[in-house]
C-alpha cells in the first residue's frame, strides 16, 4: 500500500483510500508529519478494513449482469459526469470536440472520430471517476495526436498525472466491467 499526504489549506485531517488501494491523506498545511503518522497509526484497523472492502467490491462488482433499464440508467450518469470533466479538460487542453454519445459496448471504453466525434462507454459510470476522467483525458488527447505515440501519452499525463494507474485499473477491471453489458450489443 502506497501513502501519499496532500497538503492544502484546510483544517482537519481526512483519510480515503482509493480505487488501487492505496491511501490518500488530506492535510493542513502546516501539520506535523509526527501528527499525522500518530493519526494514521490510530486508524490503521478503519484503514486495512476499508482498502479490503475497496478491493473485495472491485473483484464482486464485475458479476452481475446489467438489465436494460439499468443500462440506461448508467448512460445519464456517465453523460452528465462526463460532459463536466469533457469541458473542463478540453478548455484547459486548448481543443474542441464535436458530438458526444453514450453507449453500451463490451468491446472499448471511448473513441474519437477524425472529425472531434467523441464516444464514451455508459459503463464508465460504474468504474472509479479517475478512470472515467482518464478516459475523458485520453480522448481528447487524440484531438492533438490520432495515435498512441509518445508525443500522445505526453499529453495524457500533462493532463492526467495518474494515467498509469488509471490504465492499470482498466487492465485489471475493465474486462469483468465489460462482460456486464450482456445482449452481445456494440
Ligand atoms: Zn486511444
Same mark, same amino acid.
Given at each position: 500500500?502506497?501513502?501519499?499526504?496532500?497538503?492544502?489549506?484546510?483544517?482537519?485531517?481526512?483519510?480515503?483510500?482509493?480505487?488501487?488501494?492505496?491511501?490518500? +491523506?488530506?492535510?493542513?498545511?502546516?501539520?506535523?508529519?509526527?501528527?499525522?503518522?500518530?493519526?494514521?497509526?490510530?486508524?490503521?484497523?478503519?484503514?486495512? +478494513?476499508?482498502?479490503?472492502?475497496?478491493?473485495?467490491?472491485?473483484?464482486?462488482?464485475?458479476?452481475?449482469?446489467?438489465?436494460?433499464?439499468?443500462?440506461?440508467?448508467?448512460?445519464?450518469?456517465?453523460?452528465?459526469?462526463?460532459?463536466?470533466?469533457?469541458?473542463?479538460?478540453?478548455?484547459?487542453?486548448? +481543443?474542441?470536440?464535436?458530438?458526444?454519445?453514450?453507449?453500451?459496448?463490451?468491446?472499448?471504453?471511448?473513441?474519437?472520430?477524425?472529425?472531434?466525434?467523441?464516444?464514451?462507454?455508459?459503463?464508465?459510470?460504474?468504474?472509479?471517476?479517475?478512470?472515467?476522467?482518464?478516459?475523458?483525458?485520453?480522448?481528447?488527447?487524440?484531438?492533438?495526436?490520432?495515435?498512441?505515440?509518445?508525443?500522445?501519452?505526453?499529453?495524457?499525463?500533462?493532463?492526467?498525472?495518474?494515467?498509469?494507474?488509471?490504465?492499470?485499473?482498466?487492465?485489471?477491471?475493465?474486462?469483468?466491467?465489460?462482460?456486464?453489458?450482456?445482449?452481445?450489443?456494440?
Amino acid at each position: 500500500m502506497q501513502t501519499k499526504i496532500l497538503r492544502s489549506r484546510r483544517k482537519t485531517l481526512s483519510l480515503r483510500i482509493t480505487p488501487w488501494g492505496d491511501l490518500e +491523506i488530506r492535510a493542513p498545511l502546516r501539520m506535523p508529519d509526527r501528527e499525522i503518522q500518530a493519526f494514521v497509526a490510530e486508524k490503521a484497523r478503519w484503514i486495512e +478494513i476499508h482498502r479490503t472492502q475497496v478491493l473485495r467490491d472491485q473483484a464482486q462488482g464485475a458479476l452481475a449482469p446489467l438489465d436494460e433499464a439499468a443500462l440506461e440508467e448508467l448512460k445519464e450518469q456517465t453523460r452528465q459526469k462526463l460532459a463536466l470533466m469533457l469541458e473542463r479538460h478540453a478548455a484547459h487542453m486548448g +481543443i474542441s470536440y464535436g458530438r458526444v454519445s453514450i453507449r453500451c459496448q463490451r468491446s472499448r471504453w471511448g473513441s474519437c472520430s477524425a472529425e472531434g466525434n467523441l464516444n464514451f462507454n455508459c459503463l464508465l459510470a460504474l468504474a472509479p471517476e479517475e478512470v472515467m476522467e482518464y478516459v475523458a483525458v485520453h480522448e481528447l488527447a487524440h484531438r492533438k495526436q490520432m495515435n498512441h505515440s509518445p508525443l500522445f501519452w505526453q499529453e495524457v499525463a500533462r493532463e492526467c498525472p495518474r494515467y498509469i494507474q488509471c490504465r492499470r485499473w482498466l487492465k485489471q477491471n475493465g474486462g469483468a466491467l465489460l462482460a456486464r453489458a450482456r445482449r452481445g450489443r456494440e
